[in-house]
């Protein structure tokens, strides 16, 4: 029996509409202001992407695009200006900046309340507490996604594929929070296939496509596959999602899974951002 699709888009969608529901309540306009220094291609998409979900849900947009020579002082001068400002209330400096550049300086000026991407040492720390902060987009859609596939999280054997900042540290947290019981595989773990084939969730964040083949799944297991690799034109996940799905319970499918809740999340940290700014 082939495996239910966790359909992202849909339930990106439904957020949304939740999001421009309760701005169009607030007094005020969020607004989230985007810093790009040089024209990397894929970054330029995902800005123009943050755009149009801003216009979609009635955030205010400032897209502040630098040339790819920019100096530090100027960068920096530019953060302050923004962090400065009342009516911007998210502020996400667009990855990667040129090699001249001392990114974590540039991201340390960013303060927390201001920090919707959720990557300051502040807001990961509190998240790793279990305190109240603005989680990293992306681990905070794969909860996201779980929950809408009607999956209990509490008490289950929960395996993430990746260890990476970004993905697997921040979601294995969230999943602890969550009561999972976690356990966190790498590039030196050593039976990989015999822990992927525990896991109830499994999360693949690791940017090899296929990596993960139907015998390393459970049955019935939930799979959230967070991978995007470019192969021949086609966009591949990391698990091998044709297979993959004849042997989960629920699976996301890529593109269309993960994908569309990293912006949506951006675009409800800072609606968050800004009701916590005024009372």
Known sequence: ?????????????????????????????????????????SSAIYVRN???????????????KLPENTPQSEVEDLVKKLVNDAGINGIL??????????????????????DVDGFSAQNVGKMFLGEQSLYACTPHGIIKLIK???????????????????????????????????????????NLKEITSQADILVVAIGKPHFITADMIKEGATVIDVGTNR??????GD?????????AGNITPV???????????????????CKRANG
């Not at 990855?95 to 991201?107: C, G, S």
């Not at 192969?231 to 591949?236: A, H, I, T, W």
């Not at 593109?255 to 675009?267: D, E, F, K, N, Q």
């Open 148 to 190: 809408y596939a009607g999956v209990d999280i509490a008490g289950k054997h929960a395996v993430v594929v990746g260890r990476s900042n970004i993905v697997g540290k921040p979601v294995a947290a969230l999943l602890l929070a969550e009561n999972a019981t976690v356990t966190i595989c790498h590039s030196k773990t050593q």
């Open 93 to 114: 400096v667009q990855l990667p900046l040129p090699k001249h550049l001392d990114v974590e300086k540039i991201l340390s000026l960013i303060p927390p309340e201001k």
């Open 231 to 236: 192969v021949d034109g086609k966009l591949l």
């Open 50 to 64: 943050k755009e149009k979900a801003c216009e979609e849900v009635g955030i205010k947009s400032y897209t502040y």
């Open 239 to 247: 698990v091998d999602f044709e297979n993959a799905k004849e042997v």
């Open 255 to 273: 593109p269309g899974g993960v994908g569309p809740m990293t912006i949506t999340m951006l675009m409800y940290n800072t609606l968050t951002a």
């Open 1 to 41: 029996m082939s495996a239910e699709i966790i359909d992202g888009k849909a339930l990106a969608c439904s957020m949304r509409k939740e999001i421009a529901e309760e701005i169009k309540k607030l007094s005020l306009q969020p607004g989230l202001a985007v810093v790009m220094v040089g024209d990397d291609p």
